[in-house]
């Protein structure tokens, strides 16, 4: 099984993707890393890891649509299975989503359906909640949507900064993706409606 990981920033989420994969915790092949920033991190962590790298910036292109499918088109030629992304921030298009239905996971800082968007850490934070935590689920085509496969939560501290919860959320968010990511290689997820079933043994393919 091939896969890629999509990441538009620090990585720090792939790098531990990437070590999982090194100490066989996720058992296959990370064949590619996309990101559309030609500045991230998370492409200096895949050329020290030896990783094919694919990078294209979404000003060079009119429409999301045909991003979107140049991106499909070199996945399927590198025959990539599944997709996880890590810190992409983009959304993608119906287009792509339905290539890969039920083939791509997301990470999300915070408890959803609570604090969807791009600051998840911070809106839990000012908002005041009392708990927040770490959300890994499908994608579909709406924003932090999908069905939810793992959430873990944290108790946000009287005297927490949000540095430090900053800090806390990305230790989860290491601990949890690659075990998320080894289910579904081991095809142990099993939707059935809004749920997501873990499997004690693999899910029979039809
Ligand atoms: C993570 O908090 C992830 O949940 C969110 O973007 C952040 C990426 O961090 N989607 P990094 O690039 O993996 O360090």
């Not at 890629?4 to 920033?9: D, H, I, N, R, T």
């Not at 800082?109 to 998840?120: D, E, N, Q, R």
């Not at 501290?157 to 430090?164: P, Q």
Request: one cysteine or more.
């Amino acid at each position: 099984m091939k896969f890629a990981v999509f990441a538009s920033g620090t990585g720090t989420n792939l790098q531990v993707i990437i070590d999982a994969v090194k100490r066989n915790e996720i058992t296959a092949e990370l064949a590619l890393i996309f990101s559309n920033n030609r500045k991230s991190l998370a492409l200096k962590r895949a050329e020290e890891a030896g990783i094919k790298t694919l990078c294209l910036e979404p000003k060079d292109y009119l429409a999301p649509q045909s991003y979107d499918r140049d991106i499909v088109i070199y996945l399927k030629e590198h025959e990539i299975d599944f997709v996880v992304l890590a810190g992409y921030m983009k959304l993608l298009t119906p287009f792509f989503v339905k290539e890969f239905p039920n083939k791509i996971i997301n990470i999300h800082p915070s408890l959803l359906p609570s604090f969807k968007g791009i600051s998840g850490i911070k809106d839990a934070y000012t908002y005041g909640a009392k708990v927040t935590g770490v959300t890994i689920h499908f994608v579909d085509d709406k924003m932090d949507h999908g069905e939810i496969i793992m959430q873990e939560s944290l108790k946000i501290k009287e005297n927490e900064t949000l540095e430090s919860l900053t800090e806390r959320i990305h230790a989860l968010e290491h601990k949890m993706y690659p075990k998320a990511i080894q289910l579904f290689v081991e095809n142990r997820l099993k939707i059935q409606g809004r749920k997501v079933l873990v499997l004690d043994k693999p899910a029979k393919t039809v």
